[in-house]
């Protein structure tokens, strides 16, 4: 699925961050469909302040995701299931304006937190509009069967959907624990099913989350025009997302083995953020030997 060269990304950021050595195209829905038909990897990377919004994007990251995630990683939470909306919309609009001030090119992803979603779909068409009104492109929601019907609501009023499947951490207590998902007939063809139903709804990514290896690349082999976003899901799918932090090797806890350290290769920060974007692109990232499923 990745392209075989990092033609296009930045040689150097300048003096200033967010100066670009050439400018690329605003990564739009048409932008991502173009990319997906040409098997060109996305991508992406979560990212909570301007600053760093400015150097992922200046880096050539096509899409950032404004996780919730943050509840981990920025208000030091077990889980991200404490994370609230109001949360979520302080952090888009930091991010949103990052890029504002440096002409970002990058997508803007913002999940849909904890309980903001369930109810109906009527509660996420007002907690989306809320994260696409700070600045958000499209929003993320997790779960598959039941949000079909959320998926299309949103999609029918405009709002671009991103949906995630397998390991989905806002249910981690009813899946009791970080587990790899995928691992029996059963439950491989339950996400299939869910994936293909997402895609009919409209959604236009599918984050895979710690789904063994092959069953990510069934389903991405299964869906015509919603492209894949692994993450510990090996590299069969149509692009990547990393947690900023893990990226850098700064996380709290115990960091998962799919991870790479790109700042411990060298060159600082902004050129660890280049190296990841690079290695997605070629395909050298992830490396599916160091995944046990």
Same mark, same amino acid.
């Given at each position: 699925?990745?392209?075989?060269?990092?033609?296009?990304?930045?040689?150097?950021?300048?003096?200033?961050?967010?100066?670009?050595?050439?400018?690329?195209?605003?990564?739009?829905?048409?932008?991502?469909?173009?990319?997906?038909?040409?098997?060109?990897?996305?991508?992406?990377?979560?990212?909570?302040?301007?600053?760093?919004?400015?150097?992922?994007?200046? *880096? !050539?990251?096509?899409?950032?995701?404004?996780?919730?995630?943050?509840?981990?990683?920025?208000?030091?939470?077990?889980?991200?299931?404490?994370?609230?909306?109001?949360?979520?919309?302080?952090?888009?609009?930091?991010?949103?304006? !990052?890029?504002?001030?440096?002409?970002?090119?990058?997508?803007?992803?913002?999940?849909?937190?904890?309980?903001?979603?369930?109810?109906?779909?009527?509660?996420?068409?007002?907690?989306?509009?809320?994260?696409?009104?700070?600045? *958000?492109?499209?929003?993320?929601?997790?779960?598959?069967?039941?949000?079909?019907?959320?998926?299309?609501?949103?999609?029918?009023?405009?709002?671009?959907?991103?949906?995630?499947?397998?390991?989905?951490?806002?249910?981690?207590?009813?899946?009791?624990?970080?587990?790899?998902?995928?691992?029996?007939?059963?439950? *491989?063809?339950?996400?299939?099913?869910?994936?293909?139903?997402?895609?009919?709804?409209?959604?236009?990514?599918?984050?895979?989350?710690?789904?063994?290896?092959?069953?990510?690349?069934?389903?991405?082999?299964?869906? *015509?025009?919603?492209?894949?976003?692994?993450?510990?899901?090996? $590299?069969?799918?149509?692009?990547?997302?990393?947690?900023?932090?893990?990226?850098?090797?700064?996380?709290? !806890? $115990?960091?998962?083995?799919?991870?790479?350290?790109?700042?411990?290769?060298?060159?600082?920060?902004?050129?660890?953020?280049?190296?990841?974007?690079?290695?997605?692109?070629?395909?050298?990232?992830?490396?599916?030997?160091?995944?046990?499923?």
């Amino acid at each position: 699925m990745p392209s075989n060269d990092c033609a296009g990304l930045h040689t150097g950021l300048g003096p200033h961050i967010g100066q670009r050595a050439e400018q690329r195209k605003p990564f739009t829905l048409p932008r991502l469909r173009e990319m997906h038909t040409r098997r060109e990897a996305i991508a992406m990377l979560t990212a909570y302040d301007a600053t760093f919004a400015a150097v992922a994007d200046a *880096a !050539g990251v096509d899409a950032i995701l404004v996780g919730d995630s943050l509840g981990m990683v920025c208000q030091g939470h077990p889980s991200t299931v404490p994370v609230r909306m109001d949360a979520m919309c302080y952090h888009v609009e930091c991010v949103a304006r !990052g890029l504002a001030r440096t002409s970002g090119t990058a997508m803007v992803i913002a999940d849909l937190p904890y309980g903001s979603y369930h109810e109906s779909p009527s509660q996420a068409l007002r907690n989306a509009v809320a994260l696409m009104q700070a600045g *958000a492109h499209m929003v993320k929601l997790e779960g598959g069967g039941w949000t079909t019907d959320t998926v299309r609501c949103l999609t029918e009023r405009g709002i671009p959907v991103c949906a995630h499947l397998g390991l989905t951490p806002q249910s981690v207590h009813a899946l009791g624990g970080y587990r790899v998902q995928g691992n029996t007939a059963d439950d *491989a063809s339950r996400l299939r099913t869910h994936a293909v139903a997402l895609q009919e709804a409209g959604a236009a990514m599918l984050v895979l989350e710690m789904v063994r290896a092959q069953v990510a690349a069934d389903i991405t082999a299964a869906l *015509a025009h919603c492209p894949t976003i692994g993450i510990g899901s090996g $590299r069969g799918t149509a692009g990547q997302v990393l947690v900023l932090h893990d990226v850098l090797g700064v996380g709290l !806890g $115990r960091t998962p083995r799919f991870v790479r350290n790109f700042l411990a290769e060298g060159g600082g920060i902004e050129a660890a953020l280049r190296s990841y974007v690079c290695a997605v692109k070629d395909g050298s990232f992830p490396d599916d030997s160091l995944h046990a499923w």
